[in-house]
């Protein structure tokens, strides 16, 4: 039996009155790549959240690999002890859409610091890792910029380096080109299908369809906090079976 580097079941979340999660089961097998699509509101940010302990459920369980990180007691998510929460925070890497590198630190800087401080790894190796990370994305000689004098793509690479560097066992994304123009989205859409060739487990909230078409094992349409379907990239979203995916989709080719 396979198991799951991911698995959220029964994810429930509200605001105040606002469902926001109801009932969402969403299980990520090793080297598979997800793309979770849908309309503006519909959870998936939260969704990501929960699943990255930035948020807490209100019900269901949460698991990484062996790892249970929350489970459920009758209709209520009760949270592992904080060593276990530490430890699957070193399980996962998450990519935003605003970057978030910290603004006076150097890029090996911003990719080094948490090997170094969160793992304590060695200064000279976690150095010697974040340059092989960031020639790898493409931006060998900006070792020593900061990141305001990098492009928004550029950024993004480094934040990818970043998450790769804590070497995660799933890499989660939200909207990571959303804030970026075209010609940069491309840089960082390349990125992420090297990624995914070196089948690096990802799952990842995007609006690109023709990327999420090409990438994706796995599309999962979500709306209204529920997962309205989901199956084989080519299914969903060149055939998709449901009045509201076809209607989501055909929205965006208008
Ligand atoms: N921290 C929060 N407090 C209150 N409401 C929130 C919060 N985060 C998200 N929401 C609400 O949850 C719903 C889903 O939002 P979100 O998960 O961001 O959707 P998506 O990413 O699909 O656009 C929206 O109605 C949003 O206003
Ligand atoms: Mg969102």
């Known amino acids: 039996m ?12 509200a605001f105040g009155a606002n469902e ?11 080297g598979e790549v997800v793309a979770i699509i ?9 969704l990501l ?3 990255t ?7 269901g369980s949460l698991a990484f690999g062996d790892l249970t ?4 007691e009758a209709g209520r998510t009760v949270y592992a002890k904080g060593d276990a929460l530490k430890a699957a925070r070193s399980r996962f890497g998450l990519v935003f859409q605003n970057y978030n590198l910290f603004p006076h630190r150097t890029v090996l800087q911003n990719i080094a610091d948490a090997p170094r401080r969160v793992q304590k790894r060695d200064r000279a190796e976690a150095e010697r890792e974040a340059r092989e990370l960031i020639a790898k994305m493409g931006l060998a000689g900006c070792e020593d910029k900061v990141p305001c004098q990098l492009s928004g793509g550029q950024q993004q690479r480094v934040s990818i380096a970043r998450a790769l560097a804590l070497h995660p066992e799933v890499l989660f ?3 990571p080109t959303s804030a970026l123009d075209p010609e940069l989205t491309a840089e960082v859409l390349r990125v992420i299908k090297s990624l995914a060739a070196e089948h690096m487990t990802m799952v990842i909230v995007t609006h690109e369809m023709s990327f999420a078409r090409e990438v994706a094992d796995r599309v999962v349409f979500l709306d209204g906090g529920q997962i309205v ?6 299914q969903v979203i060149d055939r998709p079976r449901e009045a509201r995916t076809k209607a989501f989709l055909s929205r965006l080719a208008d």
Do not use: I, N, Q
């Open 173 to 175: 994304f939200d909207e």
């Open 69 to 72: 990180v929350a489970h459920d």
């Open 2 to 13: 396979t198991e799951y580097v991911m698995s959220l079941a029964g994810a429930r979340k």
């Open 20 to 30: 926001v999660l109801r009932g969402v089961t969403l299980e990520v097998s090793p």
């Open 229 to 234: 379907e989901e199956g084989p990239a080519e």
């Open 38 to 46: 849908g309309p503006s509101g519909g959870g998936k940010s939260t």
């Open 53 to 59: 302990l930035l948020e807490t459920l209100d019900g």
């Open 49 to 51: 959240r929960c699943a």
